[in-house]
């Protein structure tokens, strides 16, 4: 199974910027929809963003449009979640997921352990 380890979670302030990484353990990446969900303390996993495996597609939370762009470098196995503006709402645990099910994907098959992402008012 595609093994996902995300980084670039840290504290930042309102407003500011993260750009989150997601590096995959082999070249299977480069063939799937890839994405990221979030989970905030005592609320359920939602959905943020996916992209198709070309990177041809995307696809946005309402939460998110606009401020979120994901993308993906399948030369180098690895998927990104640049984040601007970003607003208290926005602190969660990050996980990237690939092998979608469905689009937009409401699950993935493989999961990243994920990163943690708080942001100060």
């Known amino acids: 199974q595609l093994q996902l380890r995300e980084s670039g979670g840290r504290l930042v302030l309102a407003g500011g910027s993260l750009r989150l990484s997601c590096a995959a353990s082999?070249?299977?990446?480069?063939?799937?929809?890839t994405g990221w969900f979030r989970q905030a303390p005592g609320k359920a996993r939602e959905f943020v963003a996916a992209?198709?495996?070309?990177?041809?597609?995307?696809y946005y939370a309402d939460a998110v449009k606009g401020r979120f762009t994901i993308s993906r470098d399948n030369a180098k196995d690895t998927g990104y979640l640049q984040m601007n503006d970003l607003k208290p709402e926005d602190t969660a645990i990050y996980y990237c997921?690939?092998?979608?099910?469905?689009?937009?994907?409401?699950?993935?098959?493989?999961w990243g352990q994920g990163t943690q992402v708080t942001v100060s008012p």
């Open positions: 997921g690939a092998d979608g099910v469905g689009w937009p994907p409401t699950d993935f098959e493989s």
């Open positions: 992209i198709t495996w070309s990177g041809h597609d995307q």
């Open positions: 082999d070249h299977t990446f480069s063939g799937v929809a």
